[in-house]
């Protein structure tokens, strides 16, 4: 009997290109974005080697056992010496440690990615070790997340409709971006490049800010004197407004002290806008508000028209 | 065969009591609210006389088509002259208009209740036009929102599980409370009392300041030069934590118009608070960013964990 991911594969047509098929592979950090990785590449093919490094042998065993990885190691350099593939799929603060134990055992042939939010400071990070962006290190987002982490939570179909955005630069290698876009092509993705400044701030906009508004949030009602009764009568819109205030708060932290100035920029934009809604609610200015409101509505039914038409929405 | 909303009240082995089943009800306002109150009724007794006021005929007509209504009329005076129980379910700043109507045909036995979400000035609208607050008003308010709103969004499973809470006066009638109490119940709902301030309270950092947050964010991401660009990388958690900015102007023109004091209040703690985290964020403050995210979560994790056990979520 088929799984349901088999059964995803299938309906797909979803295959995995030559380019990839025979490479080998090492997930470095084996939680949602890694342990996802190698689920759906695992379901793909039967045959193909996929190496998982980690902190936690617990999982790494269960991903073996269930057929999600072909390999194991806690050491890194062990697992990346006769590496194709490199992904590097930790918080953004760990890829520098990560990157430092790379340094001596890959090989010019090998291509290496990551997974980050941010990715300025993932560039950094590569010249602070390498002294350059190695032509065959890809920049990489998959705009996936979830409030929930961790490698219990991944799935293979985790990637499937969504957007991946690679940052290469002037000096990557094509070869290296193409084997990059197959991989997430293979998952289901859609694979989109820009320039790292740019990446870091439609994502500042998009999705830290929501998150620290969010986080915010929680935090000072939860501060009020009367915060259980204020929980208590919250309802479904309270619930959906602050889903990602469940978010990884070791993953959040990372993120913030990475895109801290592209963040700050769009909050204090916000915070001006906000600023000029108050007034207008305690002037009771009627048409600010309402104008206000009609154009907030239009702009979100649109981008939703998009994002529906656009995206499976069945696993984010 | 059963309909989904017969199989419903079968299942839940929902009862009308006495108190209701007798009683001639109007409801004013045939939206979502109203809509779905009417629905919930009309499934639960089949020989129950509903009628609706409303301005749009064509509305009217499709409902006692549907037969989820028994009479209609756009006029309130004719409607309400016999009346038992009227149920105001318009856009909070109409019931005033409402209410002058009303003032020449109801009885001192007519049970009066409404559903918006500002209740002061809902009491102020009651005594601008009564002198004083009738024994026999109940403020009630369901907290059972969504982002659509209109009598095509109704249903009959809209307040199962939601709560409603009531704020009666020192001088209301117990029976009155009673008869509103068992309307709420009938339909699945939770009903609670508090006060008039209190309530206004609670809503305005519950529902009403989520809504200032994410219409004020959608409005000023819409207006980056780049908005376009910005909304198509946005993902699902952008989608749920700006789904309330879908929400009807009017509406939330009105509460805002009517909460604007208790909005500002809490409002203002939040910006300080998020003024402060800002600060960590340019400060790269780890152990503040990391604190706060942390609390965060848990407060939002807990709040689900509660939210889960006490409601269904299925319908908002």
Redesign the interface.
């Known amino acids: 009997m088929l799984s349901s991911s088999e059964y995803w594969v299938l309906t797909r047509q979803q295959v995995m290109p030559d380019i990839l098929a025979s490479k080998k592979i090492v997930i470095i950090g084996l939680g949602l974005i890694g342990g996802s990785i190698a689920r759906g590449l695992s379901v793909l093919r039967k045959d193909i080697e996929i190496t998982a490094v980690g902190r936690n042998e617990t999982v790494l065993q269960e991903a073996q056992t269930e057929g999600v990885i072909t390999h194991l190691s806690t050491d890194i350099k062990t697992a990346c010496a006769n590496a194709d593939l490199v992904i590097i799929a930790v918080p953004s603060l760990t890829v520098e440690r990560i990157l430092e134990e790379l340094k001596s055992v890959v090989s010019e042939h090998t291509v290496i990615t990551d997974a980050a939010s941010v990715k300025s400071t993932i560039v950094d990070a590569v010249i602070n070790t390498f002294g350059k962006v190695p032509v065959n290190f890809v920049p990489g987002h998959p705009?996936?997340?979830?409030?929930h982490s961790g490698y219990s939570a991944s799935s293979a179909e985790l990637y499937q409709g969504?957007?991946v955005?690679l940052t290469p630069l002037d000096n990557t290698d094509e070869q290296a971006v193409n084997l990059v876009t197959a991989l997430w092509q293979s998952l289901g993705a859609e694979v989109l490049t820009m320039s790292v400044k740019k990446h870091d701030s439609?994502?500042a906009?998009?999705?830290h800010?929501?998150?620290?508004?969010?986080?915010?949030?929680?935090?000072?009602?939860?501060q009020?004197g009367?915060?259980e009764?204020?929980?208590?009568?919250?309802?479904?819109?309270?619930?959906?407004?602050?889903?990602?205030?469940?978010?990884?708060?070791?993953m959040?932290?990372d993120i913030?002290?990475a895109n801290?100035e592209a963040?700050?920029e769009?909050?204090?934009?916000?915070?001006g806008?906000?600023?000029r809604?108050?007034q207008a609610?305690?002037d009771?200015n009627?048409d600010d508000?309402?104008s206000?409101?009609?154009?907030?509505?239009k702009?979100?039914?649109?981008?939703?028209s998009?994002?529906e038409n656009g995206?499976d929405?069945s696993d984010?």
């Open positions: 705009i996936a997340g979830s409030e969504k957007k955005i439609i994502l906009a998009t999705s800010l929501p998150h620290l508004l969010a986080f915010s949030l929680v935090d000072t009602l939860s009020q009367e915060s009764e204020i929980f208590r009568y919250a309802a479904g819109g309270f619930r959906d407004f602050t889903r990602i205030a469940s978010s990884d708060p070791q959040w932290h913030f002290m801290g963040v700050v769009v909050l204090d934009v916000y915070m806008d906000l600023s809604l108050r609610v305690l009771k009627s508000l309402k206000t409101f009609k154009r907030a509505k702009s979100r039914d649109k981008f939703l998009h994002f995206a929405l984010d």
